[in-house]
């Protein structure tokens, strides 16, 4: 890969040329952003300071991966973390390094891997891949499941019920499907979409599925029929994420139209808009605030106090934040930027996060050579 010696990358396209381009078929196919820490006052009357990121607030960096990390994945009981790139493997590692658990490594993809989710039981993991396939393995023994056929574009997402019966996913080619985890049986095949399916969430009682599209909807399914119950239409370009509340009764979505919605599950009634803070003082000075531009990824913490975002900001293409605010009164308002990032996930005791970054080496010594980094943090919250 050629590189201009002030380190932008060129002979490829930005990530937001080709995140435009392919518009749905991969939402973090070449997601370049950056991270890491969170969280002082926001909306339009008050006015946040960036917050410094402590010394040692990254607790622990996983190098196993060979090219972009594009999900990764908290397992319940909080001891694991699972990790899918491009280099088309799962990779499944002790959050603590001081258990000395030797990382798994599932190789039972052909192409580079997007999604991947827990079973609530934290035993298995179900993986969907750009080779258009579902698949669920043991967690810690690599032993196949189950392979689930049936999607005819990349699978973008997945997302197993809190009650462990069932997975979702959703795909490039504008379905959500349903899978009966006991048997591997596709329940039905949900076509409502008009583009591809970007991000799957089910409420916390297992009834109901919030689908985000590249349509800029966000359509509510019932879970056990797989009858449309109704569309959000509050965006007005990509829905690339959505998060369900612990209280089942708000839904968070981000969107490439740059705004964080907050919305009432049951009527889709707005409760808030993030536009991003601080505009002018950003564009003078970076450390002062955050532009509005594409989100990228949102997630509700599992108590319900915070929701945090991956946006792209000032730095463009090769940079972006990940951001965080209290979630009900949108105070509390705090952001650092720091490598690029492409995946985003709370732990279960929302006191970290575990964010996928990409480290591009430049100007090394004479004699070096340039290369990329693809890494797993894990950082204080």
């Known amino acids: 890969m050629v590189r201009k010696q002030t380190g932008t990358l060129v002979g490829c396209l930005s990530r937001r040329e080709v995140l ?23 909306t339009s009357l008050l006015v946040p300071t960036s917050t410094p990121r402590p010394r040692g607030s990254v607790l622990y960096t996983y190098r196993g991966h060979t090219a972009h990390v594009t999900t990764v994945a908290w397992s319940p009981n909080g001891k694991y973390i699972a990790s899918g790139s491009f280099d ?25 891997v997007q999604a991947v989710a827990w079973a609530p039981d934290s035993n298995r993991v179900v993986s969907g891949s750009i080779d258009k396939t579902v698949q669920v393995w043991d967690a810690l023994t690599g ?12 699978v973008n997402t ?58 800029k909807t966000v359509q509510i399914i019932d879970a056990t029929t797989g009858k449309h119950i109704y569309t959000y239409r509050g965006h007005t370009d990509t829905v690339s994420s959505v998060s369900w509340s612990p209280d089942g009764k708000q839904i968070v979505s981000g969107s490439w139209d740059k705004t964080v919605q907050v919305w009432d599950a049951a009527t889709g009634a707005v ?58 009164t949108q105070r509390n308002f705090s952001f650092y930027v720091d490598q690029p990032v492409s995946a985003m996930a709370w732990s279960p005791d929302d006191t970290r996060l575990v964010t996928s970054i990409v480290v591009s080496t430049q100007g090394l010594p004479q004699g070096g050579a340039p290369q990329d980094g693809y890494f797993v943090q894990i950082s204080q919250a």
């Open 271 to 328: 409760v808030y808009t993030s536009r991003g803070y601080n505009v002018q003082a950003a564009q003078a000075n970076p450390a002062k605030g955050v532009l509005p531009d594409l989100i990228f990824a949102v997630a509700w913490s599992h108590n319900g106090k915070r929701i945090a975002a991956v946006t792209q900001v000032y730095c463009g293409d090769i940079c972006a934040v990940v951001f965080g605010w209290d979630a009900y």
């Open 143 to 154: 032993e196949h499941v189950a392979l689930y056929h049936g999607h005819t574009g990349i």
């Open 88 to 112: 088309q493997t799962v990779q499944v590692w002790a959050t603590n390094p001081s258990d000395h658990v030797h990382p798994f490594i599932y190789r039972g993809h052909t192409a580079g």
């Open 158 to 215: 997945v997302a197993w019920s809190p009650d462990g019966k069932y997975i979702a996913s959703g795909s490039a080619d504008g379905t959500v499907r349903l899978w009966d985890v006991a048997t591997g049986a596709q329940l039905y095949v949900y076509r409502g979409h008009l583009a591809s399916v970007n991000s799957l969430v089910w409420s916390p009682d297992s009834q109901r599925i919030a689908s985000g599209a590249s349509d």
């Open 20 to 42: 435009r381009g392919l518009a749905g078929l991969m939402i973090t196919m070449s997601l370049e952003g950056c991270a890491q820490t969170l969280f002082s006052p926001s």
